[in-house]
T-cell receptor
Framework: SQQGEEDPQALSIQEGENATMNCSYK?????LQWYRQNSGRGLVHLIL?????REKHSGRLRVTLDTSKKSSSLLITASRAADTASYFC?????????????FGTGTSLTVIP | EPEVTQTPSHQVTQMGQEVILRCVPI?????FYWYRQILGQKVEFLVS????????KSEIFDDQFSVERPDGSNFTLKIRSTKLEDSAMYFC?????????????FGQGTRLTVV
């Protein structure tokens, strides 16, 4: 299975601290994407990193990708209470037509005000 | 900002009944998807749709499921005879290009409860 695994499963931090979430996957990918899901709501796209990229920034988000280790990390700097949500990585394997996203198990982030 | 909209937000149905979940993808997008998330579990791929036909489907997407784009704006998922295990949040998504090149935009989901 290509499906990724995030760790930790749950993370609780104080507002203002940084939050780091990791994602590992199994087969070669075309790109990896991070999504956020607020409780009971839809998935919101955060950032896409291609297999030939190693690091990408978007506002307070920093994503890294290590294709040799088949892993990615999402760093949220200066966290806010509104960042409380579940975060998922989704991979697009090279092997398929590229229309299917494989989601990980998610990290549940709680930012305490 | 354009968004994917899904209706209804919550549907309760009796086991064995047919349900149709509706989605309006972003207007200039060409690829459409259905995913589902059983409570507490991963988001799972069901089907992708491009150029008026299914391009990929998962093992979950058996003969009880079908998709349709009836009028060029709506994208529907039909479950012919619902089972208890079909209870889940169903997400519609769309993208301008195939997933290998671009992000997908997801709707808010339809929570399906089969009783």
């Amino acid at each position: 299975s290509q499906q990724g695994e995030e760790d930790p499963q749950a993370l609780s931090i104080q507002e203002g601290e940084n939050a780091t979430m990791n994602c590992s996957y199994k087969t070669s990918i075309n790109n990896l994407q991070w999504y956020r899901q607020n409780s009971g709501r839809g998935l919101v796209h955060l950032i896409l990193i291609r297999s030939n990229e190693r690091e990408k920034h978007s506002g307070r988000l920093r994503v890294t990708l290590d294709t040799s280790k088949k892993s990615s990390s999402l760093l949220i700097t200066a966290s806010r209470a509104a960042d409380t949500a579940s975060y998922f990585c989704a991979t697009v394997p090279i092997s398929n037509t590229g229309n299917q996203f494989y989601f990980g198990t998610g990290t549940s982030l709680t930012v305490i005000p | 900002e354009p968004e994917v909209t899904q209706t209804p937000s919550h549907q309760v149905t009796q086991m064995g009944q047919e349900v149709i979940l509706r989605c309006v993808p972003i207007s200039n997008h060409l690829y459409f998807y259905w995913y589902r998330q059983i409570l507490g579990q991963k988001v799972e791929f069901l089907v992708s749709f491009y150029n008026n036909e299914i391009s990929e489907k998962s093992e979950i997407f058996d003969d009880q499921f079908s998709v349709e784009r009836p009028d060029g704006s709506n994208f529907t998922l039909k479950i012919r005879s619902t089972k208890l295990e079909d209870s889940a949040m169903y997400f519609c998504a769309s993208s301008w290009r195939g997933g290998r090149n671009t992000e997908a935009f997801f709707g808010q989901g339809t929570r399906l409860t089969v009783v």
